[in-house]
Nanobody, 124 residues
């Protein structure tokens, strides 16, 4: 069982930056690949980024590539999402998720555990 708690969301102006954190419980955090997803009002949840168990490999949605960076610290059981050059269309609830194993799935149905989400609002 893995419990995930996100933090770091808030209100930021367009062009600004935020760093989201996702703290995981349990002693097997390094056995899970981690992902970030987001959901805007009236839209489906969409993939943002994923990172491998050891943090070596990462994968991004085209919409955030070059602006967002996913990273993790297995000693702290935490995964991060650094978001730069934010745009109004980045406004959404951001959730982290965990999937056991080495894959980096973009399909949310493959993830085993989810956090409750944190709101990010970008004003233009």
């Amino acid at each position: 069982q893995v419990q995930l708690v996100e933090s770091g969301g808030g209100l930021v102006q367009a062009g600004g930056s935020l760093r989201l954190s996702c703290a995981a419980s349990g002693r097997t955090f390094s056995s899970y690949s981690m992902g970030w997803f987001r959901q805007a009002p009236g839209e489906e949840r969409q993939f943002v980024a994923a990172i491998s168990r050891g943090g070596i490999s990462a994968y991004y949605a085209d919409s955030v590539k070059g602006r967002f960076t996913i990273s993790r610290d297995n000693a702290k059981n935490t995964v991060y999402l650094q978001m730069n050059s934010l745009k109004s269309e980045d406004t959404a609830v951001y959730s982290c998720a965990a999937v056991f194993g080495f894959a980096l799935p973009t399909d949310l149905r493959q993830y085993n555990y989810w956090g409750q989400g944190t709101q990010v609002t970008v004003s233009s």
